[in-house]
């Protein structure tokens, strides 16, 4: 069936560079389980219905012992629990996955999950609140039913075991980096924006992605031959013969450019006139410390710590902390590490850590709200990381700070941490830098009321973009919008370093911009000297560095300032720096 499909091409964001080719495996998380699509035979339908018929069954029986079990004073609330009993085997949800199931020729779960959202897309256009409530039960019923019928056979990103190309909705920053490298070749999604958290996961694990398809969900089966070309963010399904042969030699080409420039991640990263960088590793995971040191990092200037957090599904204790942190800070040892406290909720959700869903995550308690709301939570982390201090070189970094007052609220939990130190008499060290993330727009403004109460600045681009575009980085329709080199961006750099100078503050970068070739012009034109980035791109980044004239980039962005579209800065430092800005393939 596959090799009568014609060859397609769909077009999504680079998620993180590379060619892969292999073959699709479909998943998609519904609730708090992962689905898997996949196609049932004729011969087979009768037997997926009673699958489903029996999860109904056991989901049914289940909700009866609830209700059984329960006070009969409740009131509205077991009217509600006896309506889901109803629910069960509704035509709309009962009847209609039946049929879908034999229409569609399609696994019971994958039939569920379609009927249930299209039951919930009707309601939601209807403009009557009882009816729009009713889809809350459908959902809610739906959900049981599924959980009964994934039951034993849930799959997790982790356990996947064949060396395929994982086909998904969406996939969260903790899910990809569950990611087996050995196994998953690659891995595209419908969703998804630049620099999300999840393409700096695939960043960091090199795995080629595309994000933001779109349509890859619709339009690609399981065992479809797929080719995910990561550097141009395209994927194409079911290649044919002169397509398929045409990327193989691609991807020896990127295999070889990519060992080219590794061997050279050893040498120092010092510019042409002699001034050297400093170029630093952001990681996700302790693990990837050997990574970011393969790559010549000279330093961890992000450790972004919420991944422990969403691994664990809960929070974790002090002690946990401190081992984790001893452990990266020994194989980093003497190198800095600058840890990042919890920057939660964004677009880290985790129904775990905090079930509040939000109407704007982006916009809500996010970062350091979130730890100043939840102060026992954030003295547990301030504590292992004065801890993990007195072991190594260690660096205090606060993300989305957006004003004066919550940078002196966190020096006052951050006493409270280090009298409950003293207090219990345990080693740590107090004497570390505390920085602050310089990621939204106020704090740009008020840059040098800040720099009054911190040691260092560390400019968070991701972030920074998103809010002062004002371009969700995780939505795939504003991606386009979403323009490191907008001169807007390049004054807030300009403005933050500028007053870190004014005060004799530290000032790195450690947004993504700092790993793209095209941004290193500006940014060494700025004077910026301290670079953290996916340890991915360091190899490149110092390869063009070492190339570069410090004294001239300082020239160039004179005549850049004098620019007003992205589309002209874009054009300059292409046409100024084209013998030293790496090779990028482009499509045919
Ligand atoms: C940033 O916002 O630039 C940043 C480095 O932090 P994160 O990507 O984790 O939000
Ligand atoms: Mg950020």
Not at 153 to 178: E, F, G, M, T, W
Not at 501 to 525: F, H, R, S
Request: glycine share 6%; aromatic share 6%; hydrophobic share 40%.
């Amino acid at each position: 069936m596959n090799k009568t499909r014609p060859q397609m091409t769909i077009r999504g964001i680079s998620g993180s560079p590379g060619i892969c080719i292999g073959k699709a495996y479909i998943v998609d998380r519904e609730g708090v389980n992962l689905i898997k699509r996949y196609p049932v035979n004729e011969t087979m339908v009768p037997s997926e219905i009673d699958r489903f018929k029996n999860a109904v069954t056991r989901a049914k029986n289940d909700h009866a012992k609830v209700i059984e079990s329960l006070d009969h004073d409740l009131g509205e609330n077991l009217n509600i629990l006896e309506t889901h009993m109803v629910l069960f085997k509704d035509k709309m949800l009962y009847g209609k996955t039946i049929e879908t199931i034999s229409r569609d020729k399609i696994n019971a779960e994958w039939a569920l999950r379609k009927v249930s959202r299209k039951v919930k897309s009707m309601f939601q256009q209807i403009d009557d609140q009882y009816l729009k409530d009713r889809v809350n039960d459908i959902v809610q019923v739906s959900d049981k039913i599924m959980s009964h019928l994934v039951g034993a056979q849930d799959i997790k990103i982790k356990d996947i075991n064949k060396r395929v190309i994982l086909v998904a909705h969406d996939l969260s920053p903790a899910d990809a980096s569950q990611i087996q490298l050995e196994r998953i070749k690659g891995f595209v999604t419908d969703r998804g924006g630049k620099n999300s958290h999840t393409s700096i996961v695939a960043k960091s694990l090199k795995i080629p992605s595309v994000l933001g398809l779109g349509r890859a969900m619709v339009s690609v089966n399981n065992d479809d031959i797929l080719i995910v070309d990561g550097s141009l963010g395209i994927i194409i399904v079911n290649p044919e013969e002169d397509t398929l042969f045409k990327y193989e030699e691609r991807l020896t080409r990127f295999e070889a450019y990519r060992a080219d420039i590794e061997r050279e991640s050893h040498l120092p990263a010092v510019t042409r006139d002699g001034v050297p960088l400093n170029l630093m590793a952001n990681i996700e995971l302790v693990e990837e410390v050997v990574s970011a040191k393969d790559n010549g990092a000279t330093g961890v200037g992000l450790f972004r710590t919420e991944f422990l957090y969403l691994d664990l599904k809960r929070f974790p204790t002090e002690d946990e902390l401190l081992q984790r942190y001893k452990e990266l800070v020994e194989l980093m040892n003497p190198e800095p590490v600058t840890i990042r406290t919890l920057d939660i909720n964004g677009d880290k959700v985790n129904p775990y850590i905090d079930p509040v869903e939000e109407a704007n995550p982006a916009l809500g308690l996010r970062g350091v709200r979130f730890c100043l709301r939840n102060e026992d939570i954030f003295i547990t982390q301030l504590k292992a990381i004065l801890r993990v201090a007195a072991f190594g070189n260690i660096k205090l970094l606060i993300p989305m700070i957006s004003c004066v007052e919550e940078i002196i609220q966190v020096k006052v939990v951050l006493n409270k941490a280090i009298l409950e130190l003293e207090n219990e008499d345990k080693i740590f060290n107090k004497d570390i830098p505390l920085g602050v993330m310089i990621e939204v727009p106020s704090a740009v403004i008020m840059a040098e009321e800040l720099a009054g109460h911190v040691d260092f600045f560390s400019i968070g681009t991701n972030d920074l973009i998103q809010y002062s575009l004002a371009i969700d980085r995780s939505n795939r329709r504003v991606a386009h919008l979403y323009q490191a080199l907008n001169p807007a961006v390049l004054k807030m750099i300009k403005m933050t370093y500028d007053a870190a100078q004014k005060k004799g503050i530290e000032v790195v970068m450690c947004g993504e911009m700092a790993g793209d070739p095209i941004n290193i012009p500006v940014l060494l034109g700025l004077g910026l000297t301290n670079l953290s980035m996916n340890s991915a791109s360091i190899p490149v980044i110092k390869k063009m560095v070492r190339n570069m004239e410090f004294g001239l980039a300082g020239k160039n962005v004179k005549k850049l300032f004098e620019l007003q579209t992205t589309e002209e800065i874009s054009t300059f430092i292409q046409e100024e720096y084209k013998d030293i800005l790496p090779y990028r393939e482009m499509e045919d």
